[in-house]
């Protein structure tokens, strides 16, 4: 008994040091991002299986530089091994089979490659981008042949050679280098050449150039473009390119679209790009046969790895490496995923077909696991595969119980077994409750089931308001079915009370037409409605028959900014997905310091320029005059509790009349009080506007003096108490 005792101590023993042993041999941390962009940790849904170098493999002369990898129907791994200037072929247990160096050529002259870049297979043919030899040779696999032994040298056949395309679109002079390739189902060639920054040379099969696809939006600033006109022909050689720049690798997926990368962005608008969610200057782009960028970017931000560009602190990473990532391949994978490679920090970043980051991983090191220069990723079954140009070596990552799971849940989304996906999405959730997906599928899956109340919550938790307003719809859909009878009686009544208001008002101020020394309350607030409807009259016995006062100027500046906190607090999900809260002082701010600024800059420069109007003349028009803006405003919040996403245009435009209508008021104030002309209100009103920035400029300068004038007391008082 003791023995046994003993003996299942020790086994236990054994179980519980290897549980983290098995973890610890990761050297990388998986992870998504969250709606704020921080890194939020993630189950490994790759972990790395093992690394193969040459002698693995069997080849005599071992890789030097491999530069492009691919892999056929049948599991057979293409390698462009350049600097050996010849591709290998190695069997799906990644043993050489076969090498692709030597042939003869159209004319039967002995001809050879001479630093091959790019490989690329479709069906039995072996397309190679021959780069120093500036053409594309393709090769044939003889498929009367068993699969074991078409891949053998001397069992490769050469096809034909398709030369640089002729064209008057190609500068004069102009070098080719193809250095990746890709080739359609209709057999279109896409050539990506490293000296060409057109875009994507697209061929027909018999080499024939049909033309330029997805070309690059420059990426100078203005400045930049302005300064290069004065800098000499070495200093241009130097400066940011003004021409679009060049892609660095192609693969195509099985629906014939088109994924490109580059990685000679600049950094700052590659991150804006991403956080803004435009194709502009995004370092990965998805393009359709036209030429057009297709890709979906739904999720949090758009595809193209790191987002701030600052290094995030996970589990196993070293490396302090910043700015933006250095995108150089791409891979399709199954079920609508697809991988970009990240090669400054050695990280592989995963999508769905919508946008969505489904995991990162990745690191840079010299452990199995880690990369140290990545030239090429691809899939191999459920396997992800990568080529390190620095070690000569392929590291194959196995998909984890995790990986799975994902994989599963995308694949009975695009078939659309949606009960069966939520099951996926449900155990995803179980253990990664940061991943939003998982909400975002479970959604779906609840919204088709017609519970669409219960997919609302789901897409709450994910910030996704595409789905939450599209669930909102069908609820909406719903109520309007039920309460149909409801919705012209509310209108009537709405613009019913707005008509008697109106109507009022125009009685009342009608009324207090008559000349008096003092004005009451109610008085100067009613007449607010009729300078917003009336601006030269109102303004002008506003002016002259003090029909208006500081207090009715006063009470529409609460007013406007109780719209302007109502418009930032009364927004609904859809409008306002994050819902942070609001400093009120912000808030209160955001229209006071505005206020005062113009009317001061006014005051000043009418002072000078001939203006009637005092600085409590300017100071109530200029109150009045912003009546449109909570007048729209709070209408604009309300319509967001009743409108869907796609109905967005219509809170913008109510919101854009009221800030348009107070300019105009504001503007048409300033020329009754000081009495201007139109042409020379307009110069003051630009004028106002310069003097604005200018006080700003100077207040935030004589903050920074008395700043540092109150440091430097302190700093003195801090060292006399200390020496006395």
Not at 185 to 211: E, H, K, L, Q
Request: proline letters at 4%; aromatic letters at 14%; glycine letters at 8%.
């Amino acid at each position: 008994m003791k023995k046994t005792l003993r003996f299942a101590l020790l086994v236990l023993l054994v179980v519980l040091t290897a549980v983290p042993c098995a973890f610890a041999a990761v050297p990388y941390g998986t992870y998504v991002y969250d709606i704020e962009g921080f890194p939020i940790d993630s189950p490994h849904a790759y972990v790395p299986d093992r690394q193969i170098d040459s002698i693995k493999m069997d080849l005599v002369v071992p890789l030097n530089d491999p530069t492009d990898m691919v892999v056929d129907k049948n599991g057979y791994v293409f390698i462009a091994d350049a600097s050996n200037n010849r591709i290998v072929i190695l069997d799906p247990n990644y043993r050489a089979v076969g090498i692709i160096k030597n042939f003869f050529n159209d004319y039967n002259i002995y001809d050879n490659l001479f630093t091959p870049s790019g490989v690329f297979v479709k069906d039995n043919e072996i397309y190679v981008a021959d780069t120093d030899n500036s053409r594309v040779v393709v090769f044939k696999l003889d498929d009367s042949l068993p699969v074991a032994e078409r891949y053998k040298s001397d069992n490769i056949g050469f096809e034909k050679i398709i030369q640089a395309p002729q064209s008057d679109v190609f500068p004069e002079g102009s070098i080719y280098k193809p250095v990746a390739i890709a080739v359609d189902m209709a057999g279109r060639v896409y050539v990506v050449s490293s000296t060409t920054n057109y875009g994507v040379i697209a061929m027909n099969a018999d080499g024939t150039f049909i033309g330029f696809l997805g070309a690059q939006k420059t990426s100078p600033t203005a400045w930049q473009i302005f300064w290069r006109m004065f800098q000499t022909k070495e200093q241009r050689a130097g400066s940011v390119k003004l021409v679009p720049t060049e892609y660095n690798n192609i693969t195509i997926d099985s629906s014939g679209f088109i994924y490109v990368t580059t990685d000679s962005i600049d950094e700052d608008k590659q991150i804006s790009s991403l956080t803004s969610k435009t194709a502009e200057y995004a370092p990965v782009k998805k393009l359709n046969p036209s030429g057009n960028d297709v890709m979906l970017r739904t999720g949090f931000f758009a595809p193209g790895g790191e987002v701030f560009g600052a290094q995030m602190s996970m589990a196993g990473s070293k490396d302090a490496t910043t700015g933006a990532s250095q995108v150089t391949d791409a891979a399709v994978g199954p079920s609508g995923m697809w991988t970009l490679v990240d090669g400054k920090r050695q990280r592989f970043y995963t999508y769905d077909e919508q946008g969505n980051l489904l995991f990162a991983f990745g690191d840079k090191g010299a452990q199995i696991g880690n990369t140290q220069n990545v030239s090429s990723l691809t899939y191999k079954g459920t396997d992800i595969i990568v080529l390190d140009k620095s070690t000569d070596s392929i590291t194959v990552f196995k998909r984890t119980q995790y990986g799975d799971m994902l994989t599963a849940a995308l694949q009975n989304q695009i078939d659309r077994n949606y009960s069966e996906s939520e099951r996926y999405w449900t155990e995803i959730l179980q253990r990664n409750l940061n991943f939003d997906q998982s909400y975002i599928g479970i959604g779906d899956s609840l919204y088709r089931a017609g519970k669409y109340e219960e997919a609302q919550n789901y897409y709450k938790y994910a910030y996704d308001t595409e789905g939450y307003s599209t669930a909102y719809k069908q609820i909406r859909k719903q109520w309007m079915e039920d309460n149909i009878l409801w919705v012209p009686v509310v209108l009537i009544v709405f613009f019913g009370l707005l008509s008697v208001w109106f109507k009022y008002c125009r009685k009342f101020n009608v009324a207090g037409q008559v000349t008096k020394e003092k004005r009451t309350w109610w008085e100067q607030v009613v007449y607010a409605f009729h300078i917003i409807f009336h601006p030269f009259d109102g303004f002008w016995d506003m002016k002259h028959e003090k029909r208006g006062g500081l207090k009715g100027a006063i009470t529409v500046l609460v007013f406007t900014i109780l719209g302007f906190i109502y418009y930032a607090l009364g927004q609904s999900f859809i409008f306002d997905p994050y819902q942070f809260g609001i400093s009120f002082i912000s808030e209160i701010l955001s229209i006071i310091v505005p206020l005062i600024l113009w009317i001061v800059a006014n005051w000043c420069l009418t002072t000078l320029f001939d203006g009637e109007g005092s600085m409590k003349d300017i100071t109530v028009a200029t109150c009045y005059a912003l009546l449109p803006i909570p007048m729209m405003l709070i209408p604009a919040t309300l319509l967001t509790n009743v409108l869907s996403l796609d109905e967005a245009g219509i809170v913008s435009l109510v919101a854009t009349i009221g800030y348009v209508w107070a300019f105009f008021l504001i503007f048409l104030g300033t020329m009754v009080v000081h009495d201007y002309s139109l042409s020379k209100n307009i110069i003051i009103t630009v004028s106002t506007i310069v003097g604005m920035a200018f006080i700003m400029f100077v207040g935030v300068l004589f903050s920074g003096l008395v700043t540092k004038l109150f440091s430097f007391v302190y700093n003195i008082y801090t060292e006399l108490a200390l020496r006395i």
